[in-house]
């Protein structure tokens, strides 16, 4: 059974900055590509970025220029760094794997 966990999220001010991380346990191979979403309260789940297993990254436009997304080193995990966060940034952040798993969510709130 394969799991995706997310964890980093947390309350930031505009203009800061926060990671979040998701693990993926169970799969005994590599996902070829994972994704970040976001869903803000009484919005649908918007696509954010994705990375390939090459290291090949797409971006919303939204967040293109100010978020990063990677892969660790193990397998299966995939980082969301988000730099110059706005207010309107704030949602719940769901791991990914097109088609297949999605993550549990993990929450972001930018408010001063």
């Known amino acids: 059974q394969v799991q995706l966990v997310e964890s980093g999220g947390g309350l930031v001010q505009p203009g800061g900055s926060l990671r979040v991380s998701c693990a993926a346990s169970g799969s005994a191979i590599s996902f070829n590509v994972m994704a970040w979403y976001r869903q803000a309260p009484g919005n649908s789940r918007e696509f954010v970025a994705s990375?390939?297993?090459?290291?090949?990254?797409n971006y919303a436009d939204s967040v293109q220029g100010r978020f990063i997304i990677s892969r660790g080193n193990a397998r299966n995990t995939v980082y969301l760094q988000m730099n110059s966060l706005k207010p309107e940034d704030t949602a719940v952040y769901y791991c990914n794997v097109p088609s297949l798993f999605w993550g549990q969510g993990t929450q972001v709130t930018v408010s001063s």
């Open positions: 990375i390939t297993r090459f290291g090949a990254t």
